[in-house]
Structure formats: C-alpha cells, structure tokens
C-alpha cells in the first residue's frame, strides 16, 4: 500500500510509467494531498486490513507544495516508525520516502527495493484482522 | 428457538425518492421467503430493526399497511445506515428482525374520532394506521382528520397518495407548510397553530401525533387546550436503539422501554415517567 | 428441603485431582492468577485453580454473556446471501469457584435475556449447559455488600454446588440434579462435625459484613421525586465516563450491536457497551436524551436500584464490590445510594 | 503533613470567601484505605473535606478543559504540568485557575500493592514518614514507602509543580533515579519477537473500557477516533482492535505525556501502558529536544517542526 504526494511521488510514479521503467504490479496506490495528510491510522489501518507492507513517500524537505506540510509530517513519521519497531513490528513494514515530480527512476527503483524487502520479510502476521 | 437476531432477508423491490430534497427514500422490499412473510405478521405503528449487511442495523417504523403485500420503509438519511441505505439499488438484499414494538392501540380506536398529527417525516406509521383503516374497515370508525406538516411543499411523503385522499369525503386532509410557497394551495403554518386554527372536536376523539421533538413540545399543549385528555393523546416515540426487544438498555425512559413498551405511548403513559425528552 | 439436600465432603488437596478429573469430561473454568490478577479462564491443569482469593477482577458473565460474540457471519455471492450461525462450544462447562454473588447475577441476567417476550437463544444455551460449583465467602471483603442486596456470603441461589472452605477441608452443598449428578460418585458424604463447623462458618461471615447499602429504601422512595433531585447535578461530577464499573459488574448487561465487514461477507457482532458512555443513546439526528454524565450517572445508578427493582422487586446489584474496588476515582456505589436515600429522609 | 492539609483548607477558603474562584477541585478522603477521591468544593464551609495523602494519584487537570467557573485546582507536579500543556492547546485559559501547587513526594502504586500482599485485603494503613504501615485480617506489615511508589513518581523529575501561584508546604527533592527511561531503554535491548509477545500479552487483557482515555488530562477531544466515522479502528476486543487502540492513543500523546501514570492507575486490567507512552516521551525528548508540560511559549512538538529534524529513516 503506498500513499503518495499529488505534487511529487504521485507524479514521480506517473513519470516511471511513462518513460516505461518497470516497477513490480504489487502495489496499490492511493494519492493524498500531501505526506502530511497521511494520519497514523491510514497506515496501521492498511496493516490491519492486510497490507504486507506500507510506502510513504512525500516532496524532499523544502519543496512541499504547501510550505511545509512534510516538515510536520516527518516529526510524525519519525515517532510511528519507533513506536511500531518498538512493539515488535519490522523495520521494513513501514517505509518512507521522499520522491520528487523529477525522480521516476527513483521511484522505480524505491519501489523495486521496497517490494523485494517486504517480500523478504514475508506475510504480515502482526496487528492483522485474521478473517 | 428462534436467534431473535437473525434477520429474516428482503429484496428491495422499488426504491422511490420520496422528497425534493432526495433525503428521504421509500423502500419498497419484498421477503425471499414465503414462511417469513407469514411469520412477519405486524400492525401499524409497530416497527423493526432493518439491516444493511456491513453496515449494521437502525429502527425504522413500517410505513406499509399490513393490508399491502411486502414492507415498505421511508427512511431518512441521517447516519450510517440510513446513509448505506439510501445507496441500495431495486434488487439488492436487506435484512429485518421484528415486528417490534406495541402497535396503535387499533381495537380501542373503535368507534372513535380520529385526529392524526404528524411533522415531517415521522408520518411513516401514521400513514400505515390511515391506509390499513382504509383498507379494512373504515366504518369502524367516526370522522378521520389528518393534519400534516412539513417545512415545504417537496418535503411531503407519499404525495401521490395524499392527493387521492384529499379527494375522498371520509377523509379530512389538511396539509400544511412553514412558509409562504408560490402556487401552494394548503395551509401555511406551524403545526401547533394550524391545529389550533381547524381546532378539532375532542369529544369521543382520540389525537395521535407523531413527529419532531420540537414540534411535539408546541403541539401537546394545544391538544391539551382543546380538550383532549392524556388518556386519548397518542405519541410514537423515537430514541437510539439497538437490539428492539427490550435488552441492549438504551432506550428506557426510566423503567419503560420505548422499543420494548413503546414506542406508542399515551401521554397519560409519559406523565408516569421521569421527563428524559421526547 | 434441608432432608433432602446432600452435603459432601472434598479434602482441600483433593482439589486439583478433581478438577483435573472433570477435565476430562468438561471444560473447566476456575479462578487463575494472570500477571497478579484473578481472572476466570479455561484451565490446562486443576493446580492452576486459585483457591484463596477475594474475587475475580472481571465477573464471570463473560462466560454466559460474553464481551464479544459473533450474532452471525454472512457470505454474499452473486447477490445470494448466506447467514450462518456460529458454532457453541462442543463441550459442557464446569465453572469452579465462582462467588455466590456473582451464581446470583447469573439469576438477574435471566430476566433481562430469558424472562421477557423475546429470548436471548445463545444466552440460553449457555446457562443451560454450565454448572455451577461456587465458592462460599468465608473472608467477606470490606467491600462487599451482597447482604444489603438481597444476597448472603455463603448464597446458594444460582448455584448446582456450593463448596465451604473449613480450612482443610470443604464441605459441598449439593443444590441442583445437575450439580448432584456431577459430584455424588467423586465425592464422599460428609460428617456431622463438618456440617457443624460449616454452619459456624457460615454465620462468621455473615456477621463480618460491613455497614448496610440502602437498595431496599431507595427502591421505596418515589421514582420522579428522586429523578429531578439536584443530588445529581454535583454527584456525578468526579466520574470519569468511562466503564469500568459496568464492566467489571456482573449484572450489567447493556450491549452493542456492530458489524464487521470482510472481503467477502462479514459478521454481525455483539460488544459490551456502557450506559456512561455518551455515544450510547446519541440518535442519529444529534439528539442526546442523556447528553452529560448528570444524566448518564442518573440512569446507571436508578437503573440498578429503582428501574431494576420496581419491575423486578430487587435490584440489579449483588454487592459484589468490584466497583467499588476498581472506580478510578473512589465513586462509592454505596456511598452514592446512601446520600441519595439519605437526603430524602 | 497535618501542616499542609492546614495550609491547604486555608488557602482554598480564603479564595472561596473572597470570591476569587467559584469552585475549588482537590481531594477527599476516600472510603477504603488509601484511597482519597477528588472532590469539587464551592463553599468555604466545606473545605474542611479537603485532604492530601499519597494516596492523591489522579491528574485533577482532567476535570479543567469545558469548565466555565473559575476554578481553584490543587495541583502536584504533574497535574501542574499537564495544566501547562491544557493552556499551550488552548483547552483552559491561564487566568482561569488559580492553581495551589503542592510539591509531591509520590503517589502510592495499588498495583503494586496488591501484588505484594498477593491479592489480600489492607484494612488499615498509615503513612508513617518513609514507611508504609498496613493491616489486614490476617497480616501486619510495615513496607518502605520508597518501593511502593508508582514507577511514574519513582523517576519523576518534576515533583515539584512547575506553574502555581500558590505554593503550599516545603518545596522536596526530585527522584535521584539517574535515568527516567532505563526501563524503556531496557525493553528497547530485547528481540523484536520477545518485545511483540510482551506487547500482546499485555494488551490481550484490555477490556476497553476506556479507563485510559478517560483518565488521562489530555483525552479531551469531543469525538475519539475510536468513535467517529470513518472507523480506522475497529470497536471489538478483537486483539488487532486492541492493539491498535492503544497505539493510536499513545501515538495522540506524543509530546502531551506528562507521566503522570493516570492512565495505568485507571486501568483495572493492570495494562502496561507506560511502556508505550514512556516510549514516546523519550522519544520526542531525543529526537526534538522537547519535554510536555514545562513551558506556556514552546509550541508542542507534532505543532512544529525544525528543517534540520532527523530523517535518516527516510529513504
């Protein structure tokens, strides 16, 4: 599950695909405003429907399109990443990065990588509703 | 034993836009199967719990005559039900649990005067007590005066209805509105006054009203004045509920449970009651 | 009825084999200790058995009327839609050493789920199928209040066995077929000095109950004059809204009604809910009848004690005390019913 | 202490008599031993129910956000810090409390207690200096009140309140515990398996009753996530339910957590939730540089931001 910046990755993404860089199909996408927009509880939200892994990617610091939305959005970031490390979660569950409108090839790379080391890890067995 | 939480299921028939402001939908819904048709065996004012399966389940009053085939709710868009509700499509699936509740004391009407008073869309159950006396046994009963009151002329229930009971000579339809509309021919009025305005006879007359809170706090007193007393003043009462059969505690009004005991109420009823809003 | 009742004889060391011999029929739930709490569960083993303890945190209804309990799940596929009924427990369950207190609980759900027009069907089930081997209270806490209730420590209302702690021994009171069928070839009859010491006992605790919680003079005193008392306007002000004391309570049974979604169908659930808490009677249209906690402390505590006991001709409490012993903030049940019945003397 | 509750009664009277403040929220003695109850006092003859023990363990800033009166609040340390952080969030207005700080020395842990004496009864207790003395049907045992502390006011280095306009008694020591977060740091070190075992086991107890939430200074929103739609959180006791909960609420905590312990002390399942919000405290102190409820100008962490914050996890 990946939540992506309208401004940036989003468009980054959109970029990947137009200039054909191949990226794994597994990945669901859901376009925010901005990192910022992201609450928490998407993210635990999307664990515990099954997400085995999740991708936050916002504009690098200093180019939010709303000043400084990503700023905030890092302070938070930064403590949900600790906190789910802390309780036993894997590192790789829950990512984050930032990928400008520019950066396709990054993204597909990102994507690439975030893909391999969440299928490393394997099935997410933790704060999934078995149903 | 029956699961009294199992919902008997129901096919959306019809699902008609009652209102110009497309908040309130009548869902006309037919039972899947036979024996569960039969054992939905209801009276007017009486009412379930409909379910919308994800979504959960929300009291409504059937809007329907037992005299008509199927059930048919009018339902308000208001919360989370209502709201999946009203995006259900003619052929999708809902669930019912009832009937619940105590109906319109029917049998006591007998041979009486009727003064119906509804607001808004709380004429659901009223309308199934009129059609179902239409529809079995008119003679019954005496004169029949039906007032009923809405904000503006689109936000009227069953209008198509009502245009054909205007016609008829053992009905007394008054329909009223808040405000001044071009072209509308009724009453323009608050309930409460236009009640007081065509001031019905109390003399072997029951009232029975149904309708907003507010409207209710302005109306009870002008029955009152009027001469009708407690004992011949029918409420329908409406609280958050939840399991319909008098145990999830939530809807008590001290020891009575409006969808164990109710949610038909005399006012004479209510006046043994601590005041916890109508 | 005192000829006919058995009483039997059980050496406290015995305990654990016999418990361990019912497991093999049963499932057997006891009082365990969990990290410093006493909590009723299923036990893998009769030594896991607490047998000294005041009481459980959490009353055992969980076990007739669970926190949470699956209605029914429903799978939809092309348009057909399927509802099923979950599965009850294969096996019989013992519980062991529940309170007398909380057997008669057990008696007070009954007329909310069983007594009325429409019945509770699990509900049912489930206390047709337990079996209920209490534990006397020969150490009543200073909490507990059961005989100001209409309850007594050693109680035996609910209850198929009722087992007296003599120190090394206990002597059972076997009340119930169910209870008697259970026990008579596992235990022996017990003697008549036993018996005697049991009364003794007996009459101890009961007489080391502390002071008496007015619930009869509240029942009597009349509903509306005590509905609009301006008692409630400070009383509940310390209470945090949350549900602990309903939660805890073995006789509190207000619930909720949800449901789940799943890919392909979903399940309707049963939850606790708690009359304190202000979503529970907020109608859709905004409309609160009970919008502060003036109101919802008013509801809980006249429920219990006036609502309950007019219809009932007792109250919905047992004087268990785990209220008492839990509330965040030290709000006295006790101490509420008598303030209120005290300002109206 | 006799000297205190004095002190105490007086000044709460004297600000009742002259009309400074409407209603005056401290505490009570309790109806079992060792506990005290808040209570709310709004006439001068009354504050004689005042009292002060350790036995004071909720954070009465929870009453304070929607008032209207003006309000007298006995305060402790942390109560006083989480009454800065209700003004820095606009919840309460610095001119509407006259605040009657009382330096702590501690507040007794039930918890602990009950564990020690292993579920047995105390029926009578007394503070006797540094020492505890209880008494039960069956027992007699006089136990170190240093020990018997809640871990919160065992490490608590803000004992002293840190905004009052009345200071009542001797100012005390703050806690010579070296590190307030060795016990965080200590979990910290296990494996990741041991470290979600532990965190399961803990909250498979949670019974939701919202003893936490409701107990806690800071849960004053109108409508919890855990009751607004859309749901993110499902309202079952489900353990993903649970679990989530009580990430979310720690997470809403950030930088708000004063550690005052109300929450663990509300909950009557013994939930270890400290381990989260203790978390999280130290978190924001290490990472940000902020700690909750010391100053009435600093913006809360989540509020602000620097451009130089840390980001290596962002790739």
């Not at chain 3, 007329?111 to 337990?130: A, C, H, P, T």
């Not at chain 4, 006259?98 to 020690?116: A, H, S």
Request: include cysteine; proline fraction near 6%; charged fraction near 30%.
């Amino acid at each position: 599950m990946a939540f992506l910046c309208n401004w940036c990755s989003y468009a980054g993404a959109d970029l990947a695909g137009v200039s054909r860089l191949q990226y794994p199909p597994n990945i669901r996408v859901i376009r925010v405003p901005c990192s910022g927009r992201v609450n928490p509880l998407f993210i635990l939200r999307a664990l515990r429907q099954g997400a085995d892994g999740v991708l936050v990617s916002g504009c690098h610091p200093g180019d939010c399109h709303y000043l400084s939305g990503n700023y905030f959005a890092r302070r938070k970031f930064a403590l949900l990443k600790n906190l789910l490390e802390y309780v036993g979660i894997e590192p790789g569950r829950v990512q984050f990065s930032w990928v400008s409108a520019s950066e396709g090839g990054k993204f597909s790379q990102l994507v690439n990588e975030v893909t391999q080391e969440v299928k490393a890890l394997g099935q997410n067995q933790k704060l999934v509703k078995r149903k | 034993m029956r699961n009294p939480f199992i919902p008997r299921l129901l096919r959306v028939e019809r699902v008609v836009i009652e209102t110009a402001d497309n908040n309130i939908k009548s869902f006309h819904l037919s039972f899947l199967m036979k024996e569960d048709e039969e054992a939905f065996s209801y009276l007017p004012g009486q009412f379930a719990e409909l379910s919308v399966f994800g979504k959960g389940e929300a009291p409504f009053g059937m809007a329907s005559s037992p005299t008509e085939p199927g059930l048919r709710f009018s339902v308000n868009k208001a919360g989370v039900v209502t709201t999946a509700l009203h995006r259900l499509e003619e052929g999708e699936m809902v669930g019912v649990r009832g009937p619940l509740g105590r109906p319109y004391p029917i049998a006591e009407l007998k041979g009486k005067n009727l003064v119906v008073v509804a607001g808004g869309f709380a004429f659901t159950t009223l309308r199934s007590l009129v059609k179902y006396i239409l529809d079995t046994a008119r003679d019954d009963f005496g004169r029949i005066d039906i007032l009923y009151g809405v904000r503006n002329p689109g936000l009227f229930l069953y209008k198509e209805e009502l245009e054909q009971w205007s016609k008829r000579d053992d009905l007394h339809l008054v329909l009223t509105i808040d405000r001044e509309v071009e072209g509308w021919e009724g009453k323009v009025g608050l309930v409460p006054n236009v009640l007081k305005e065509i001031a019905p006879n109390p003399d072997n007359t029951y009232a029975l009203v149904c309708g907003p809170p507010i409207m209710l706090k302005f109306t009870l007193p002008v029955l009152r004045e009027l001469g009708f007393p407690p004992e011949r003043t029918i409420l329908s009462l409406e609280k958050r509920m939840k399991c319909g059969v008098g145990m999830c505690g939530r809807c008590n009004i001290g020891p009575k449970f409006v969808c164990r005991d109710g949610p038909v109420f005399t006012l004479a009823e209510l006046a043994q009651l601590p005041d916890e809003g109508l | 009825m005192k000829e006919q009742m058995k009483y039997l004889k059980l050496s406290k060391e015995e305990m654990a084999n016999l418990l361990d011999e019912l497991r093999r029929e049963f499932r057997v739930v006891a009082p365990v200790r969990r990290e410093g709490l006493i909590l009723f569960e299923e036990i893998g083993s009769g030594k896991e058995a607490q047998l000294d303890f005041g009481n459980s945190r959490k009353s055992p209804k969980d076990f007739f009327f669970p926190q949470m309990e699956v209605l029914f799940s429903y799978q939809l596929s092309d348009n057909e839609l399927k509802i099923e009924e979950p599965q009850p427990e294969p096996r019989k369950t013992v519980i062991f050493g529940m309170r007398p207190c909380d057997a008669r609980a057990l008696l007070l759900l009954d007329k909310i789920f069983l007594e009325g027009e429409v019945q509770d069907s699990n509900y049912r089930r489930r206390r047709e199928e337990n079996i209920i081997l209490a534990l006397g209270c020969t150490h009543p806490r200073r909490t507990c209040f059961c005989t100001s209730v209409g309850g007594n420590p050693f109680g035996t209302e609910g209850i198929d066995a009722l087992f007296i702690d003599l120190g090394k021994t206990y002597v059972v009171e076997v009340l119930t077929q169910k209870g008697e069928e259970l026990l008579r070839d596992r235990l022996s009859e017990a003697d008549e000095e036993s018996l005697k010491s049991a009364e003794r006992v007996k009459r101890e605790a009961e007489s080391s109950m502390g002071p008496q919680v007015k619930a009869k003079e509240l029942a009597d005193l009349n509903l509306l004059d005590i509905f609009e008392d301006s008692f409630w306007d400070q009383v509940h002000e310390k209470c945090l809204g949350c549900g602990i004391c309903t939660y805890l309570c073995p006789t509190c049974s207000c619930f909720d009604v949800i449901d789940e979604k799943t890919d392909s169908g979903g399940e309707r659930i049963r939850l606790w809910d708690s009359c304190l808490y202000p979503l529970f009677t907020l109608q859709a249209s905004g409309v609160n009848p009970r919008p502060t906690g003036r109101e919802r402390m008013r509801q809980r505590v006249l429920h219990k004690f006036k609502y309950f006991a007019d219809e009932f001709g007792q109250p919905s409490c047992v004087g268990c005390g785990r209220c008492v012993v839990s509330c965040p903030v030290n709000l006295d049940i006790r101490r509420v019913v008598n303030e209120l019945v005290g300002g109206k003397a | 202490m006799a000297d205190l509750i004095a002190e105490m009664r007086q000044a709460a009277r004297r600000l009742l008599e002259e009309k400074k403040v409407d209603l005056i929220i401290g505490f009570e003695k309790g109806t079992l031993p060792l506990r005290s109850s808040p209570c709310f006092i709004r006439h001068p003859e009354d504050v004689d129910r005042l009292t002060w023990d350790s036995s004071c363990e909720n954070n009465l800033a929870k009453y304070l956000p929607g008032r209207k009166e003006k309000i007298g609040i006995i305060a402790k340390g942390c109560d006083s810090r989480a009454i800065v952080g209700l003004i820095q969030e606009k919840q309460l207005e610095r001119e509407q409390v006259v605040i009657l700080g009382v330096p702590c020395q501690g507040m007794l842990d039930r918890w602990k207690m009950e564990q020690l004496l292993e579920g047995r009864e105390v029926l009578e207790a007394e503070e006797r200096g540094e020492e505890l003395y209880l008494k039960g049907c069956d027992f007699e045992r006089t136990l170190p009140r240093a020990e018997l502390l809640h871990r919160s006011c065992q490490v608590c280095r803000h004992r002293n309140p840190v905004l009052y306009d009345l200071l009542l008694g001797e100012r005390v020591a703050e806690s010579p515990v070296p590190d307030e977060y060795a016990e965080i740091r200590e979990f910290e070190r296990k494996s990741p398996e041991e470290r979600w075992a532990y965190f399961t086991k803990e909250i498979s107890r949670c019974i939701r009753c919202y003893g936490c939430r409701n107990a806690c200074p800071f849960c004053y929103c109108r409508e919890c996530f855990v009751d607004a739609e859309p749901l993110w959180v499902g309202k079952t006791i489900d353990l993903t339910d649970t679990q989530l909960f009580h990430l979310v609420r720690a997470f809403h905590l950030a930088g708000r957590c004063v550690d005052c312990g109300a929450c663990e002390r509300a909950c009557p399942m013994g939930v270890d939730l400290r381990k989260l919000n203790k978390k999280l405290e130290k978190d924001v102190e290490e990472l940000f540089g902020y700690k909750a409820g010391l100053s009435l100008e600093e913006l809360p962490p989540l509020a602000t931001f620097r451009p130089e914050d840390p980001q290596e996890f962002i790739r």
